[in-house]
């Protein structure tokens, strides 16, 4: 299912939806199962939703891909002969 989902939503969508089975399950064992968790409990539940939230939340079209033009590189300007091995 994990290599499926990488496939079609890609690897950032991918691990944010993965790393809310915990949330998932947290909140299935209070609903289902009556489990009465403690305060620690319960703030780890609102961290670990948080933090999905702000991972997943925004956009991040603006940060540069390292290595590429975008970033200023000017080593990935230019391209090798394999046959020489020398920089055009």
Not at 16 to 32: E, K, Y
Not at 47 to 70: F, K, Y
């Amino acid at each position: 299912m994990f290599i499926v989902a990488l496939r079609h939503l890609g690897a950032a969508l991918t691990t944010t939806v993965f790393s809310t089975a915990p949330i998932a399950g947290f909140a299935l064992s209070v609903l289902l199962l009556g489990e009465n968790p403690a305060i620690a409990g319960w703030a780890a539940f609102v961290l670990a939703g948080a933090g999905v939230a702000i991972v997943s939340g925004g956009r991040h079209d603006d940060v540069p891909v390292p290595g590429t033009p975008e970033d200023g590189d000017a080593r990935a300007r230019h391209t090798m002969d394999p046959e020489t091995g020398s920089l055009s």
